[in-house]
Nanobody, 116 residues
Framework: QVQLVESGGGSVQAGGSLRLSCAASERTSSSVAMGWFRQAPGKERDFVANIRRSGGITYYADSVKGRFTISRDNAKNTVYLQMNSLKPEDTAVYYC?????????WGQGTQVTVSS
């Protein structure tokens, strides 16, 4: 299977920033889209952001618009999520996902904790 490994999670204070990275075992250029989901304790896994292969088309959940930015570097097989102005409600495990040939793949997740 395609392997996705997230990194960059941690604990920050409200208003701080984190940059998540997702390294893929396959060329990200082979993915129709890559993105991020998150799951808070006791809640469903929710969409955060995704980005198309070209990098020019992005989508964001309303809750993160204006604060988070998704980007990708196909040459490095890496997708990023820059998270600014973090809020306690952003606390969750963040998962990287990729769609390759119609199949979705998931990373192991990285914990993000935002304290007030």
């Amino acid at each position: 299977q395609v392997q996705l490994v997230e990194s960059g999670g941690g604990s920050v204070q409200a208003g701080g920033s984190l940059r998540l990275s997702c390294a893929a075992s396959e060329r990200t250029s082979s993915s129709v889209a890559m993105g991020w989901f998150r799951q808070a304790p006791g809640k469903e896994r929710d969409f955060v952001a995704n980005i198309r292969r070209s990098g020019g088309i992005t989508y964001y959940a309303d809750s993160v618009k204006g604060r988070f930015t998704i980007s990708r570097d196909n040459a490095k097989n890496t997708v990023y999520l820059q998270m600014n102005s973090l809020k306690p409600e952003d606390t969750a495990v963040y998962y990287c996902t990729a769609r390759v040939a119609g199949t979705d793949y998931w990373g192991q997740g990285t914990q993000v904790t935002v304290s007030s």
